[in-house]
């Protein structure tokens, strides 16, 4: 049975095939991180092990729906998007949610609006302090248990992270954030953790590489200062505070990246204060990797030996995770980002989502044939079944597949076939 755990999430976010995916997996592979096979007619379809919502996620829509379900008399608001899939966005304003910022993080709902009867939930991914310090403002007590237990929904993974970044700056590490700086968790994340120590934000291993330089003297201070102007806390001074450093990450980037990152700071630590000085100088973060990224990315990665023709990523277009699915998909196969299965407008053309470009395209002769062919489907983190769901179905009737057929569809391991 789905959602039973989160009993609140809307039961039409679930999709019959896909639970019939899942629940199959519960019996057959569980411990596997081999895909599902879905066979209709000479149609393959890979669903990986892990797809979809993650623990947070789930947890955080769940939160959101008994929040308005066990107060009809009181005005409830969002922070900002609760996860970003426009789908859950949208049900939760159809149920009265008004958002205090939007997407853009432009301000809708005014402090002075706001008041203490008022519920205001804080998303998955957290808030900033000054937020938080906002809301305080209009009297809500975001202190209380109440409020801890029912209306803040960042996921436990991402306070764990606030939880080390303050311990290790107790301890006078200057915190990396491996994230993308305009990022609402990367944004909550550098707020928590500049209240106990100075922070930097990088994006990738590429510029992992250029902090690197800095600290061995390959990279001149003023140099230094052009790339990361405005990705650091205030007052941040590279001279001292590039001296001890812990890495740790917006959840949803690439762990692998992170590890590099981390990899790429030890080594320039290693060379500038020596071996013997490296655990002083570089604090091992490896614990607040969140596992169900790790998980889903794993999942997806071993799908890149499949011999899969295509790949279509379900999920958001501003969703961080979802977009790494597909920068791995794209290793192996043209893959597409595409937000539901409206974006597939016929067997010639379909828009999606090119997450280098950063924009919403066309592209045509996308759909593999003749048959028999191998797909491959998954979803990210925010990206309720449903729409998965929807996604196979509009691809199997492309192909001239009924909905009984899809439903007469067979199931095994990917392993064992031949
Ligand atoms: S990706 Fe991880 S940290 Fe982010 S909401 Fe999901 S479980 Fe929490």
Known sequence: MAYQQFDQVPNHYAGPTIQRVKDYRLKNGKRSLCPTLLQIGQLQVLIPRHFGFCFGVERAIHMAFSAVKENPDRNAYLVSEII?????????????????????????????????????????????????????????DIESEEYRTNYDTTCPFVSKVWKRGEELGRQGYTIIIHGKYNHEETQATHSHTEEHTKTLVVLDAAEAEKVAAYITGEMTLADFECVFAGKSSEGFDPQKDLERVAVVNQTTMLAEETQEVAAILRRAMRQRYGAENLDYHCADTNDTLCYATHQNQNATRSLLSSDADLALVVGGYNSSNTSHLVELCLQSMPSFLIANSDEILSDQRIRHFDVHAKEIV?????????????????????????????????????????????????????????
């Open 84 to 140: 970003h899939n426009p789908l859950v966005n949208n049900d939760l304003k159809k149920q009265g949610v008004r958002f205090i910022y939007d997407s853009e993080g432009d301000r809708q709902v005014s402090e002075e609006e706001l008041s203490s009867d008022d519920i205001a939930l804080i998303p998955a991914f957290g808030t900033t302090m000054q937020i938080e310090d906002s809301l305080r403002q209009s009297g809500i």
């Open 362 to 418: 066309e592209s045509e002769d996308w759909l593999p044939r003749p048959l028999p062919v191998r797909l491959i489907i998954t979803s990210g983190a925010s990206c309720p079944d449903i729409l998965m769901n929807q996604v196979l179905e509009k691809v199997a009737g492309l192909y001239g597949y009924s909905a009984q057929e899809i439903d007469d569809a067979s199931l095994q391991l990917f392993e064992e076939s031949p």
